[in-house]
Structure formats: structure tokens, C-alpha cells
């Protein structure tokens, strides 16, 4: 029987990852500050499927991060609201992992339907949002779907994904988040290994480590000394109102400045630009 996790101590439960029929497992980790919720999530996906290992699972954002980097899921349920670390939540725990496991992928699981909760954690990088009233089963699929690389997206949410996040969104740059512009393809992977933002999907939704940065990739100098401390800043998963109060400006001038680092690189949104900074080991 997997035990629940304490606040600020990761359990991880290291499970095979190779199914009965032989095929690899999706390895996922589970977080949710409710003890109850996330054993009862643990124990409807082991009862239906045989092809998911749970491999850890954590309470906050402290524990959530240790146990992302140490088991280095292909997918992390989470939830929005987690206590801990800057009070960030969801978000926080997406932004600070991206450093130690750049390809795992991350499901939003929450009870919130809330436009401010979902596009926080989209632009965070994560890779769908699911609320709480899914079924077991299609939550079984929704984390394939993910770990396939698609974005996946509640009935009730995907109108507002596409609206606020689509192309020409202003909030992310604009992403094409529904249609999969947000978060990497990956599977797990080591912590010590560099991440290739520039690598192409294989067949079995990972990402060719192999892959080349290309000549013309675009370098830090592009950017303004005030933009890049701007984009260190929000790379470390600073909030728009944090990186005010850091550099003494507004939180429209950090908003102007984030529009114009992420249209600089070439990016789409906060968590490409958090995988952007962790690759060159900027931040």
C-alpha cells in the first residue's frame, strides 16, 4: 500500500515501468496537499491501468520539486493550489523543476475552473488541465494523451485555452497552447542530462537527445541589460508583481519587457523561456 507523503518529505515509490503486455509504462508523479485526494487519485489509476507507474508523489512545493528531480517522471499530476515555497503552487513547482527534469511533462488536476488558475499554469508550461470531476478512466487517458504529447484540456476549459492563449494572445506571446504550443515532448530522463529544446518528437513521444542546436540560435546579447535581468528573474519563476518589486519598476514596464524578451528569442511563453534559460544554464 503506497503511504501518503508529509509536507516537505517526497515519497517516491519506484515502480516497474514495464507493463504486463510488455510495454513500457508512463511513469508519473503525483502531487496534492490533500492526503485523501491524492491517495484516492493513486489508487483509481492503479486499479485502472496496468500500463502507469506511480513513481513518487508529494504534498508541497518543496517535496514536490526533490521528488520530480529525483524520479524524474514522464508526467506530473498536479494541482494549482499546493502550499509552500513562494506561494506559487502549481505554477512554482513547474518553473523550478524545468532545471532538474527538462523533459517531464505536467497534468493540471484541480477543483478550480478558475481563467486566472488555468492560464498561470499553462503558461508555467504545463501541458493540459483537467478539473476534478473527470472520470477515472478518461484521467487515464487524458495522462497518455500527455505523455504522447498532446495537450489535453476539460470540455469547459478548452474555449478559454484557445481564446485566451491562442495565437496573438498577449498573455503568452502568442502560443498556440490547445494546439499544442505549450510544454516539451519528452520522457524521463537523467538530471545530469542537457536539455535540447531544438529536438524533434520520436515516434514514441520522447524527444532525440541527438539533435543539434541549430548556427543561428538566438544568443542572451539580443536582449537589453534590463530585459535580462527581467528574464533571469522570470525564468526563476518570479512572478510579474515579484519582478516589480525586485527591480523597482512596474508591473506593466515588466509586462512590456517580458512581451519583448519572449518575441527577441523566438519563444512562445514563461515555461519555454524557463526551458530556454535552464539549457544555456543561465539562471
Same mark, same amino acid.
Request: charged share 20%.
Given at each position: ?98 532545471? @532538474? ?5 505536467? $497534468?493540471?488536476? &484541480? #477543483?478550480?475552473?478558475?481563467? =486566472?488558475? %488555468?492560464?498561470? *499554469?499553462? !503558461? ?115 512572478? @510579474? ?5 525586485? $527591480?523597482?519598476? &512596474? #508591473?506593466?514596464?515588466?509586462? =512590456?519587457? %517580458?512581451?519583448? *524578451?519572449? !518575441? ?20
Amino acid at each position: 500500500m503506497t503511504q501518503a507523503a508529509q509536507p516537505n518529505q517526497p515519497t517516491a515509490t519506484i515502480s516497474s515501468t514495464t507493463a504486463p503486455s510488455g510495454k513500457r509504462s508512463v511513469r508519473i508523479g503525483v502531487v496534492d496537499d490533500h492526503d485523501l485526494f491524492r491517495a484516492g487519485v493513486i489508487a483509481a489509476i492503479t486499479a485502472g491501468s496496468d500500463d502507469i507507474a506511480i513513481v513518487g508523489q508529494a504534498g508541497d512545493v518543496e517535496s514536490s520539486v526533490r521528488m520530480i528531480a529525483e524520479t524524474q517522471p514522464d508526467v506530473v499530476l498536479l494541482d494549482v493550489h499546493v502550499p509552500g515555497g513562494e506561494g506559487g503552487g502549481g505554477s512554482e513547482i513547474i518553473l523550478r523543476s524545468v532545471q @532538474y527534469a527538462p523533459h517531464t511533462l505536467y $497534468l493540471a488536476l &484541480s #477543483v478550480s475552473d478558475s481563467p =486566472t488558475d %488555468v492560464g498561470a *499554469v499553462i !503558461r508555467a508550461g504545463a501541458r493540459g488541465y483537467v478539473t476534478k470531476t473527470i472520470t477515472a478512466q478518461d484521467l487515464i487517458a487524458s495522462i497518455h494523451q500527455v505523455a504522447e504529447g498532446y495537450a489535453v484540456f476539460s470540455p469547459k476549459l478548452a474555449g478559454f485555452v484557445l481564446n485566451a492563449l491562442g495565437p496573438g494572445s498577449q498573455q503568452n506571446g502568442g502560443a498556440g497552447a490547445a494546439a499544442g504550443g505549450v510544454g516539451g515532448v519528452g520522457g524521463a530522463a537523467s538530471a545530469g542530462d542537457d536539455y535540447n529544446p531544438y529536438a524533434q518528437p520520436t515516434p514514441n513521444g520522447t524527444r532525440s537527445a541527438a539533435a543539434p542546436v541549430p548556427d543561428d540560435d538566438i544568443d542572451i546579447d539580443v536582449l537589453s541589460p534590463r530585459e535580462q535581468e527581467v528574464m533571469r528573474l522570470i525564468a526563476r519563476g518570479y512572478s @510579474y508583481k515579484e519582478v516589480a518589486a525586485e $527591480l523597482f519598476i &512596474s #508591473v506593466k514596464t515588466v509586462e =512590456t519587457h %517580458v512581451s519583448k *524578451v519572449l !518575441r527577441k528569442l523566438q519563444l512562445s511563453n514563461r515555461g519555454e523561456l524557463a526551458r530556454w534559460a535552464a539549457y544555456r544554464r543561465i539562471v
